[in-house]
């Protein structure tokens, strides 16, 4: 039973955007927080950023902090990340997750996506 559904990844070249979207059902959404975690090929998944219920605490990794945004739409049950600025390292399968504290421990949250591939061309 898949919860969390990862979409908007793909290739793009260095410099552009792309925003990925995380599609939840409503038990693993609702008065959670969201985060995404990144995997490059050959490394450890890392954090990415995160995002309370309500939108009012975020926190980034310092490589993307000033080109990447976090939001939701908690009507949709939905959250987003926009990738500005995009780097080569920045390539990696990104996976959205939810948990019950806004965090950057991947051990905090205790739903995962499948992923989505995005590759930063140079």
């Known amino acids: 039973q898949v919860q969390l559904v990862e979409s908007g990844g793909g290739l793009v070249q260095a410099g552009g955007s792309l925003r990925l979207s995380c599609a939840a059902d409503?038990?693993?959404?609702?008065?959670?927080?969201m985060a995404w975690f990144r995997q490059a090929p050959g490394k450890e998944r890392e954090f990415v950023a995160a995002?309370?219920?309500?939108?009012?605490?975020?926190y980034y990794t310092d490589s993307v902090k000033g080109r990447f945004t976090i939001s939701r739409d908690n009507a949709k049950n939905t959250g987003y990340l926009q990738m500005s600025s995009l780097k080569p390292e920045d390539t990696a399968v990104y996976y959205c997750?939810?948990?019950?504290?806004?965090?950057?421990?991947?051990?905090?949250?205790?739903?995962w996506g499948q992923g989505t591939m995005v590759t930063v061309s140079s």
């Open positions: 409503r038990r693993t959404f609702v008065s959670r927080a």
């Open positions: 997750a939810s948990g019950l504290v806004t965090a950057v421990v991947a051990g905090n949250y205790d739903h």
């Open positions: 995002i309370s219920w309500l939108g009012r605490t975020t």
